[in-house]
């Protein structure tokens, strides 16, 4: 992407170096700065809030305001982590430039500095901003038809992700970033816990171990990294664990079937996911982004400003 793109949608226009030219040329820096301080389960939670906040209402950090009914409280979204570098990141830009700096655009910096930092600086995309942050925040949101759940089937998953602007291939990349963090039994109880044998389509040893470690269906307190080969590292090993069967989740042993296949195969091998990771990563970050009309620039991200 060339370094001065200006991308329209929704009536919105997002733009590569944005606060360069809005009076706070260290913006991603700053955000850099906290998010270099986080360990490497608060930064895989930093592109899990990314994929939660896009994927309903847009992205336009719905995901972080404060509530009992909130996006925040729902249940898809009890388990997100790395708030408090979103707020670090916000406390220290609003010293350094007051109410230019979206809580929106700082969550999208901050998923593209995990990447980076997780993957050993070979994902290192630019990213367009100038979002504006919403004002409503509803936790009923989260569940339905707008965040996958991890035992969508294959025509499901395809479906969801078109329903936000993405094709297919979007998310059989986007599905890598499952390569990174944890996850709580109940997610995948279906496949290892069921009244019958675990999942043919499982690794059996893998089943073995996990049956051991989530001893009941709804131990919801244990938690198992979801890449056990490079449990730290956003790499391309995700997809040669779709091949050998050692996924965790439905959703994720879906990508194994005819149409997915030799997407899979292709960045299981030699073909750069890296790269089409972080222009995925843009392209999800365009959905239902909000103008100065629809949002605006909250001085706390967890808090609407006071009209």
Known sequence: MAPRDIVSLLGSVTEVGYYAAHNCSHAENIVRAAVEKASAGILAGLIRLAF?????????ASVLIEGSDTERQGFPNL??????????????????CPGVVSCADIVAFAARDASYILNYKKINYTVPAGRFDGNVSLANETLGQNLPPPFADLATL?????DKGLDQTDMVVLSGAHTIGISHCPSFSDRVNPPASPSPSMDSDLAKKLNQTCDTPNNATTTVPQDSETPDALDN??????????????????????QTLELV???AGAGDWNTAFGEAMVKMGYIGVKSSNEGEIRKKCGVVNKS
Do not use: P, W
């Not at 939660?52 to 336009?60: A, E, M, Q, T």
């Not at 050998?244 to 959703?251: A, D, P």
């Open 52 to 60: 939660h906040d896009c994927f309903v209402r847009g992205c336009d």
């Open 79 to 96: 388990s997100l982590r790395g708030f408090n570098i979103i707020d670090a990141a916000k406390d220290a830009l609003e010293k350094e």
């Open 265 to 267: 195969k292709k960045f």
């Open 158 to 162: 395809t479906k969801m992700f078109a």
């Open 237 to 258: 090993q995700y997809y040669k664990n779709v091949l050998s069967g050692k996924v965790l989740f439905t959703s994720d042993a879906a990508l194994n079937s005819s």
